[in-house]
């Protein structure tokens, strides 16, 4: 390792204790804050932002890279690491500070007008801002560069090295089949009704059951914690210390512990990158698609499934008398139940991906100016009709329902899509292997998680996201064994 | 207010942003990291400390404070601050950083062999590091400068302004005649022997009324709140945002309720400090002994009042079913009773002046060379026969039971016992006012916390220590009151 190598990794890892520091300020806030205490807090959180900005798009920082890029190396790491510090420097350096501050003054105006338009039923009330924030996505996306149209400079914030074409293409051989597939498993699980969960579920017996169930699956407690909070996240303090968060509902105990096996999937994701190269891209997740892949691996092929049932549900029962007159087979069907909703957040594994494909298609949209803002509920309704057979009868329980965009993430919700599908083809490879098929099959997942930790976790950022699907299953995102993993639960 | 300081003033809230984030990164080592995460959190800590130290040290602030100096202010809260600045930055520079690199790894060192000394019965094992943390003291007060004696310098540290002859005449004045209460208390104590705490007490029953408890004395929880933690604190991580802490016995419920009421008096005065001043001396508790004085203010003279216990005694009958047939008189007897013990933080009001009167003897004397390190527990031992009439068969439950020393910690001690005078002192000129007594004594404590606000709280730094004493009671610290409170309460 060479010595201007050596002095940006350095910075890097000044910056990354700075910003791990903020990041405990940010999991404080969403935890335990008082009330009185969120004015001192921003305070706190915006001088250590402008901190790290400053550091890492400063001269200091870019005489550094340059310095190191001097130096070919053909370490793997050495030039991943080289790789996204200069794909981070110019993206930050691209934009002027006059557009940063701009676009962070109206996300925060345009998501009170939300708040408001939300509650109101009111989509005017949103619009003018949408408008701006479009502006300003465009703005971006030109400053930042594309080959083919503006989305793909947003999607490459979130899915580092993706073309739009590309998942469109992917998206385009699902899309059919996802809708033909969804319809049939509503289908099937209308004409066949499930047993409702009752009674109390005291949230000290879920806390119970779900520390179990973490910990079970691999999720290591001397380096990681579960929190309660309002909207439930995984973030990382530090290379031994991931917070988990959930929160409880009383009449439904699956809501928590399904929520926490997603985010400890998020939180061992985390636990098992390279903790040496903690803060540098070596050391850090690749992207959202990949992230997304381990929560809905954990959540939905682990927690949903039969084995893991088989060997969990006495000890729920044992926490919740009230189950103690259901079979298991009983429980599986109702945690299995396919049904159009209008919120995303509500959906089952069934129709999740319609609200994602939808959303797709508009941004795209959006942002090519094939629509303008004012259409935007006309075209939802329009879109969700032919992919659900049924619409909303509000724009709150429509375009308006996602805080996405007036956060300015626009290109965000794609990766919910691309990690279902990167999710059941992980599971797919890993579990060709017979003997992680045959431990899954008894709820040991040992295997599993090594599996992941060895093809997923292991190479933190060495590759791009498509490179490391290729390296862990022999290709690229395919559709194939989502829906072949849909079929086999719903239709099966 | 002039340009120059209010550059400091900009450059000091940069300062308290970082501190505050530091506390924040505290708290939660404190409260809920995660076992390995320790190293990484030792590093975040060390990387803000070092900033913080070289921008309240550097030339920066030099230049800024020597420009401030220049425009002489008559404003009483801006003269306080540059003196605190002044003062703060002068000490800082006149540490070499070889001095305090040394200092801290002798704490570290000597910190692990106070554990091992401590848990061995072996003072030899601590010896050697205290000889040199010893001469490193010696070496700071030379560096810092002092009047008398070396002592006045390390005392400067946390009781601003106090010399230590003033220190040593208050106490000579005290010594026998607290020594004398002391004998009579537990002479009282031993004559008519109080009931005992029996039976489970939960912890959560313990955190209802601890709540309970502090919200009703004045603390706001929108600003703040309780976390369990080894070693209780209270910290403060915005103006708005105290953190209380404590610690759970199932068998004895007032160990913890004593505890939140000792840390809730800490941080009300935290939350009356003037709250745009946050971070400047100004808006900064003054020291140590007035720090003290309003945790023990609560803890002591409204806690363990008779008032307070008419109100609250049936609320915790409630909730300690066990309580029921127990009077409030046969209570209070329980919870004021006076005996020797051998360890400081188990003692009672009546005996506890006693291991600090000990202590400031014995500091002084190796401070000033009078005992050599290898006879303090032969002095130690020869010291507490002769105010308790008893001595420890151990050092561990001797002079090796604290761990101030070993942190480097001397001349810190006296301030409990000037808490201890303060309080009482605060207590007498606040309930002259009749209104005040008569609220106390129905058990309603806004009256004394408004005076509080008043007369300490809302000064911050202003006026040193003495000065505040004087301008709110008349005098400087003056030991009569504590006295007679204690006759009352003990002997009445």
């Known amino acids: 390792m060479n010595k201007a190598y050596q002095e940006l990794v350095s910075l890097n890892q000044e910056i990354t204790l700075l910003g791990s520091a903020a990041s405990t300020l940010g999991w404080d806030q969403e935890t335990y804050l008082p009330k009185k205490a969120l004015g001192h807090r921003a305070d706190q959180l915006s001088y250590l932002s402008g901190k790290i900005h ?49 676009s962070s003054q ?3 105006l345009a998501k009170a007008a939300w708040e408001e338009a939300r509650e109101k039923n009111e989509f005017n009330l949103f619009a003018p801002h949408l408008e701006k924030l479009v502006a300003i996505a465009k703005e971006k996306a030109e400053l930042w560069g594309y080959e083919d149209e503006p989305y793909d400079a947003l999607l490459g914030c979130y899915e580092r090295g993706a073309k739009t074409a590309d998942v469109a293409k992917i998206f385009d051989t699902f899309s059919p089949q996802i809708i033909e597939t969804a319809r049939l498993a509503v289908e099937k699980s209308h004409g066949n009704p499930a047993r409702k969960l009752s009674g109390h579920f005291p949230v000290e017996a879920q806390q119970k059951l779900n520390q179990e169930v973490a910990a079970s699956i691999g999720f290591d407690f001397d380096g990681g914690r579960i929190d309660t909070t309002t909207h439930p996240f995984c973030t990382t303090l530090g290379p031994q210390d991931i917070r988990l968060t959930t929160r409880y509902y009383e009449h439904d105990f699956t809501a ?237």
């Not at 340059?66 to 200069?86: I, K, M, P």
């Not at 092929?301 to 087979?329: C, I, T, Y």
């Not at 945690?335 to 069934?350: G, M, P, T």
């Not at 375009?399 to 691309?418: E, N, P, R, V």
């Open 54 to 102: 400053a550091m890492a798009t400063g001269k200091d920082f870019q005489a550094k890279l340059e310095a190191a890029e001097q130096a070919v190396s053909d370490n793997l790491t050495e030039s991943a690491n080289l790789r996204e510090w200069r794909h981070g420097f110019d993206k930050s350096n691209k934009l002027p500070q006059e557009l940063v501050e701009r």
């Open 106 to 108: 109206s996300t925060s």
């Open 256 to 492: 928590s512990l399904f929520g926490v096996m997603h985010e400890a999937g998020h939180g061992m994701y985390e636990q098992g990158l390279p903790m040496d190269d903690f803060g540098l891209p070596s050391g850090s997740a690749v992207s959202l698609g990949i992230h997304e892949s381990q929560s809905l691996l954990w959540e939905a092929h682990v927690g949903r499934s039969q084995g893991f049932w088989n060997k969990w549900f006495p000890r729920a029962q044992e926490l919740f008398p009230q189950m103690q007159d259901w079979s298991v087979e009983e429980f599986l069907h109702t945690i299995n139940q396919a049904k159009y909703s209008l919120i995303r957040v509500d959906a089952d594994e069934a129709t999740y991906d319609l609200h994602i494909l939808l959303r797709f298609a508009l941004e795209r949209k959006i942002l090519n100016g094939d629509i303008a803002v004012a259409d935007i509920p006309a075209a939802w309704n329009e879109s969700f009709q032919s992919k659900f057979g049924m619409q909303p009868q509000t724009d709150t329980e429509g375009c308006l329902q996602d805080i996405h965009w007036a956060m300015g993430g626009m290109g965000y919700f794609s990766t919910y899509s691309l990690g279902n599908l990167n999710a059941s083809q992980l599971f797919n490879s890993a579990t060709k292997n017979e003997s992680v098929r045959e431990a899954f099959d008894q709820a040991d997942y040992t295997p599993l998680l090594k599996w992941m930790r060895e093809n997923v976790h292991a190479h933190g950022s060495n590759y791009l996201p498509q490179d490391l699907m290729k390296k862990a299953t022999g290709e690229g995102t395919n559709p194939d064994y989502h829906l072949a993993h849909l079929k086999r639960r719903f239709l099966g």
